[in-house]
């Protein structure tokens, strides 16, 4: 079973940025993608970025295209999300995921503990 640890989240003024990471260890079964997905208070968990392990090509929500940057360390064991011009609807539980499929990034089920990422104003 694999650990994932998500952190870098907290509060943020429209316009500004924040980075998150999310570290996994443990057990797992040569993961193929990694990637993020939020949830906002009443809804769905949807897909925010995905990044294939093997040679970094990446993939995003509409949404977020242009403001976040996904990015891995794979000795790390390591992905991360840079996130810019943040928007209140930005607002939202973040969580990561391995998963071993591409295009759609279908997580395995092994799910972090999240990191809240709120914007304001």
């Known amino acids: 079973q694999v650990q994932l640890v998500e952190s870098g989240g907290g509060l943020v003024q429209a316009g500004g940025s924040l980075s998150l990471s999310c570290a996994a260890s443990g057990r797992t079964f040569r993961p193929y993608t990694m990637g993020w997905f939020r949830q906002a208070p009443g809804k769905e968990r949807n897909f925010v970025a995905a990044i294939r392990l093997s040679d970094g090509m990446t993939d995003y929500a509409a949404s977020v295209k242009g403001r976040f940057s996904i990015s891995r360390d794979n000795a790390k064991r390591t992905v991360y999300l840079q996130m810019n011009s943040l928007k209140f609807e930005d607002t939202a539980v973040y969580y990561c995921?391995?998963?071993?499929?591409?295009?759609?990034?279908?997580?395995?089920?092994?799910w972090g503990q999240g990191t809240q990422v709120t914007v304001s104003s």
């Open positions: 995921a391995e998963g071993g499929s591409w295009l759609p990034f279908r997580p395995n089920g092994y």
